[in-house]
């Protein structure tokens, strides 16, 4: 039985230390050092597995003064903000465990003054479905309780403003119900939250840098401030005057990724509270259940809270992996869900994306600005009224597609057949880089080829007209460039080149001539890859599995389209260059 046992000790020790070296921290330390290079975020993570420890890394200062700049560490302290609102939900259910307090408890037990206290229970406090008006949100300057010692004196505060809605009517997120539950705790434990929170969980799994409110902040000396960035980082104007939150149960903990990813990790161990209690707390269908939000990555459910507000802070629990993830900043430009995000791309073995550097993207707008310049106000009209431009509309396409093929081997993992063309340019790796400089070539190619186009329109008595749907493909190139898939902007990006279907159409409609029945012959080619894409595309609701297995064609169609249209106009342009050379 010995030997069994010492076996299975020894299995999980080496499948621990397996995935340790299986994840590849080597990435994640690029990807932060880029941040932190780039002035993206400044800030601290720290990951879990099995409740080990496999990465923590800080990037930034935790204090700036003048030239002085301190750089933050693995155990610099954050404030965590509404990440708070969990430990508080921790320990009210450790109240309901012992009998104290229950569920159905209403808030009149404690706070009869706020109106419908009587219907209001833990339960739908704990859920963000009291209706209570919320002091931070609900008013354009949340309500200042500095000065205000009695809890009572709060709670008369807060019950002279109307609720929301009638209680379990809707959710509202309110950091009111918070801190009510934070004076309730007090109240039944008769001591302070801060006394609590040590008592409750800090001394049960050994937190040593977990601390509440004003007075936990002064004692410590290896604390982050607040930053914002403006060309330089910046002391957050607010940062003295962040009170109402710091000493409340709503928002008020400090804390290092570290003591934040143990937490999360004791709390899905049943360290803190019962199994029963655990599954009440994960219960409901809402995004918000009780003291928890619920996340979703891929097919990963997760578990846990953020905060924010001159900062952020994320922690979620995947319990099909067993893995934590704490992130706090004390300055950011990229969100703490786009960090996140990529952070479990990396740890999922994905390609993640992030946003290209400033300086590139102020060298490549004034790089285009100086094309223009030379090529618009100079007129380079030698070189344009020659037909070298026109070969640009074979040259384009060829570019685009073999940099298609050669970012689909520098991708790895990657099917030409089910996977997109917009996911070549996804992440910050080998093949995202690849075809974003080749859509900033493309972009700059265009220019030329488009104001040769128009020249060969005028010098036929052609209707420029089909030519100008044509803008939006280098605006196309150049946005998803600099702002690598996913990100908001790609709805955008993606409709301009559907926009790009207006050429052919056009050309079909407008060019009526029958010097042009070729050129319109090819409009209707054209076209008609093109309207195939987006009718397969359109279809997906009833085809999900056809469009899923064959997305990678389906988009194809689509590039394939607008790529052949520019081949047909290069062609036709200069054939009749050849025909007519004094002409053109």
């Not at 340790?20 to 975020?41: C, G, H, P």
């Not at 539950?181 to 039944?188: D, M, P, V």
């Not at 994306?353 to 590139?360: D, E, T």
């Not at 005028?458 to 044509?470: A, R």
Request: charged content about 20%.
């Amino acid at each position: 039985m010995k030997l069994k046992t010492t076996f299975f000790t020894i299995l999980v020790l080496l499948s621990s230390h397996t995935f340790s070296q299986n994840l590849d921290t080597n990435k994640l330390d690029d990807f932060f050092n880029s941040l932190e290079k780039r002035n993206e975020a400044m800030g601290s993570i720290a990951i879990s597995k099995n409740g080990e420890l496999i990465y923590s890394k800080a990037i930034g200062y935790k204090t700036i003064e003048g030239e002085k700049k301190t750089n933050s560490s693995t155990n610099t302290h954050y404030k965590i903000w509404s990440i708070t609102k969990t430990y508080t939900a921790v320990m009210i259910f450790q109240l309901i465990e012992e009998g104290k307090l229950s569920l159905e408890t209403t808030l009149n037990t404690f706070y009869p003054e706020i109106p419908n206290a009587e219907k209001i229970t833990i339960k739908l406090m704990l859920s963000h479905r009291s209706g209570i008006f919320d002091y931070v949100n609900d008013i354009k300057e949340s309500v200042n309780l500095n000065g205000i010692k009695s809890k009572d004196s709060v709670a008369q505060v807060i019950a002279q403003f109307k609720p929301n809605f009638k209680p379990d009517e809707s959710f509202r997120y309110s950091n009111s119900n918070y801190l009510f539950l934070g004076y309730i705790i007090e109240i039944l434990d008769n001591s302070t939250y801060a006394t609590s929170l040590s008592k409750r969980i800090s001394s049960k799994i050994n937190l040593k840098n977990t601390h509440f409110g004003e007075n936990g902040l002064r004692s410590l000396t290896n604390k982050a401030n607040t930053f914002y960035y403006d060309k330089i980082w910046k002391a957050t104007p607010e940062e003295a005057s962040y009170n109402n939150h710091l000493a409340t149960a709503d928002g008020g903990i400090v804390s290092t990724t570290e003591d934040m990813a143990l937490f999360i990790d004791a709390l899905f161990d049943e360290k803190l509270v019962t199994k029963q209690s655990l599954n009440k707390m994960l219960e409901g269908e809402d995004f918000y259940r009780l003291g928890l939000m619920k996340t979703q990555f891929d097919k990963h459910e997760g578990f846990g809270h953020t905060g924010s507000w001159l900062s952020q802070s994320s922690l979620f629990y995947y319990p099909e992996d067993r893995l934590a993830v704490a992130y706090t900043t004390n300055g950011y430009v990229i969100s703490k869900e786009d960090i996140l995000h990529n952070v479990l791309k990396i740890y999922h073995n994905k390609p993640f994306a992030i946003s290209m550097n400033r300086n590139f993207q102020a060298f490549l707008i004034f790089g285009i600005g100086l094309m223009l310049f030379l090529i618009v106000k100079l007129k380079c009209k030698e070189f344009l009224n020659t037909k070298y431009p026109l070969y640009l509309g074979f040259i384009i396409p060829a570019l685009f597609w073999v940099g298609t093929i050669i970012s689909g081997f520098l991708y790895g993992k990657y099917s030409h057949v089910s996977d997109g063309v917009t996911k070549l340019n996804s992440f910050y790796s080998g093949s995202g880089t690849f075809m974003t400089s080749i859509q900033l070539i493309i972009s700059i190619l265009f220019i030329p080829f488009l104001i040769r186009s128009y020249i060969s329109c005028k010098q036929l008595s052609i209707n420029i007209i089909p030519l100008i749907p044509m803008v939006f493909i280098p605006v196309y190139m150049i946005g998803s460039s600099l702002f690598p898939f996913p990100n908001v902007l790609f709805p955008i990006f993606a409709n301009c080149i559907i926009l790009s279907i207006l050429g052919p159409i056009l050309a079909i409609i407008i060019w009526r001539s029958k010097r042009l029945s070729k050129i319109r012959l090819f409009s209707v080619v054209s076209f008609l890859l093109m309207i195939a894409s987006i009718g397969i595309i359109m279809s997906r609701s009833s085809i999900p599995e056809f469009v899923q297995n064959y997305w990678g064609i389906i988009q194809r169609l689509l590039f394939l389209g607008w790529t052949s249209w520019l081949v047909f106009l290069s062609l036709y342009f200069t054939k009749v260059s050849k025909i007519d050379n004094e002409r053109i």
